[in-house]
């Protein structure tokens, strides 16, 4: 048995690699996503609000990308030094994760809720109520019920996933920078 060094795997290196560039592909992704997802009308919302909602999605996102970035460095000391913050610093993604489904959640009772709302306020003038589709295509602005909570929601999904995303993509960047290793972070050598 000989005493040489492991060979770094090249096809693992390769996945690494891909790996790494496909989370900072998809912080960038994720933050142009609700743009398609509004013309799509993958997630309901009011036409009134659709438009808006998208957009400021899309610009908060990209804040939020540039801000996580240009604090990489302080996210770093707080990432890879032992200490309490190390731990709140490596859970944060999860949190985000489940932030942006609670949003999801909250958006979908309360989008119904409003729906809801506006067919009341139609039977009680005597109008027949319409469908949800209906009430979606054609409520003003200004009678949209819970509108402020809606665009709060929505705005929550994304800037909750994006958020996970880019820490995630920070991390593995900085880790690169760093030259710390998989193996040492596992032992707890850095």
């Not at 909250?106 to 039977?123: C, N, P, W």
């Amino acid at each position: 048995m000989t005493n040489r060094p492991p060979r770094a795997p090249v096809r693992l290196r390769a996945f690494s690699q891909f790996f790494k560039n496909y989370m900072s592909l998809a912080a960038v992704v994720t933050a142009s996503l609700p743009i398609p997802i509004s013309a799509m009308k993958l997630i309901p919302a009011f036409a009134a609000q659709s438009r808006f909602l998208s957009v400021y999605a899309s610009l908060f996102c990209f804040l939020m990308l540039a801000f996580l970035f240009q604090c990489r460095h302080s996210l770093a000391r707080w990432m890879f030094v032992e200490s309490k913050g190390r731990r709140m610093v490596t859970l944060l993604p999860l949190l985000l994760i489940v932030g942006a489904l609670v949003c999801a959640f909250t958006y979908h009772a309360t989008i119904e809720k409003s729906i809801r709302e506006v067919q009341d306020s139609l039977l009680a003038r005597g109008v027949a109520g319409g469908s949800s589709e209906e009430i979606l295509k054609t409520t003003d602005y200004l009678e949209i019920p819970f509108s402020v909570q809606l665009v709060c929601l929505y705005q929550g999904i994304f800037l909750c996933a994006e958020s996970a995303f880019v820490l995630m993509a920070l991390r593995e960047y900085m880790q690169d920078l760093l030259g710390l290793d998989e193996v040492g972070l596992i032992r707890g050598e850095k």
